[in-house]
């Protein structure tokens, strides 16, 4: 810690994070398993990316999303995974004053945009499905770019937003984060100034981010699934179906534990509840969204077989 001009308190340069666990004995085992799941997250998502970028049957709408979602996710596992794994091994677990700032603004940017795409994901496939002889003519190159892009604007807007107010907090009571990374809730709650406008903007724009495009989800499934109904052949059903409960499953994953995260009142959840959460969607999501998404395509499967077979 450093001196303040005023001299009557000492203001923070670095943190201290206590981790998932101040168990000992569980350290290893943590980073044991989180590598493991860090290692898949990069695979899974490179090899999509690859597989992408070098098959020209793939230069689809869906699939120019499903590429952006894993590059996000390798982004955002990046961001918190090689900290949180270095601390499992270090006895002293800190992190600097700009390197939590600087974490926490691409956490928040990539957090961020993975909701936006989320929904613009539902809207293509509900388009897709529902609107099948447009569906081309609806979703033009240029419009998925745009909406591409739209989702990055909206999650960087939200990050500057959000960091630029939590930059103006002052820390000189403690530097001890209970967390695994630097994330908005934990530095709000040891900051020796009053929260309560960040509190504020937390809440609004969370909700702003997270509401609209839960409501597109929802419309977007709930009219895929009315859709799917008329279907008469029952193994078209099922494999539609089949689709639909996958993208589902990683959408509620998602926006489960952001809510929980940044919308529950803090009275309903404990600091382990949060950082369980908090664990789902930074590390463990970027795993499993390449396998909900892609991994299951044959398409996929096919393009990454065919990338193997060229390189051989």
Do not use: W
Not at 62 to 76: A, G, H, T
Not at 286 to 305: E, F, G, Q, T, W
């Amino acid at each position: 810690m450093v001196l303040s001009k005023s001299g009557n308190y000492s203001l923070v340069n670095e943190f201290i994070l206590t981790g998932l666990s101040r168990r000992h004995d569980l350290q290893i085992v943590f980073f044991l398993l989180f590598l493991f799941i860090y290692l898949i997250s990069l695979f899974g998502n490179l090899l999509i990316i690859s597989a992408v970028f070098h098959n020209e049957r793939l230069k689809t709408p869906m699939y120019y999303f499903i590429c952006s979602l894993s590059i996000i996710d390798l982004c955002l596992s990046s961001d918190i995974a090689p900290n949180m794994l270095l601390n499992f091994l270090s006895e002293k677990k800190t992190i600097s004053y700009a390197g939590c700032f600087v974490q926490l603004f691409l956490f928040c940017v990539l957090g961020s945009t993975e909701c936006v795409l989320f929904a613009v994901m539902a809207y293509d496939r509900y388009v897709a499905v529902c609107n099948p002889l447009n569906y081309i003519v609806i979703m033009q190159k240029k419009t998925c770019l745009g909406l591409i892009c739209g989702a990055y604007a909206a999650g960087l807007l939200h990050s500057l937003i959000e960091t630029s107010c939590t930059l103006q907090l002052t820390f000189c009571d403690s530097n001890v984060l209970h967390h695994f990374a630097c994330d908005f809730p934990p530095l709000l709650s040891i900051s020796c100034t009053d929260t309560t406008i960040n509190e504020f903007v937390l809440l609004i724009f969370s909700s702003l981010i997270t509401i609209p495009s839960i409501v597109v989800v929802v419309v977007s499934y709930v009219s895929i699934i009315v859709a799917i109904l008329k279907i008469k052949s029952v193994s078209g059903r099922q494999k539609a179906f089949s689709t639909c409960a996958s993208h589902i499953t990683a959408v509620t994953l998602c926006y489960g534990t952001t809510l929980y995260v940044y919308l529950s009142p803090k009275s309903e959840s404990t600091v382990e509840d949060r950082s369980v959460a908090t664990v789902f969607y930074t590390v463990v999501i970027p795993m499993l969204n390449p396998i909900i998404y892609s991994l299951r395509n044959k398409d996929i499967h096919r393009a990454v077989k065919q990338m193997f077979e060229n390189k051989i």
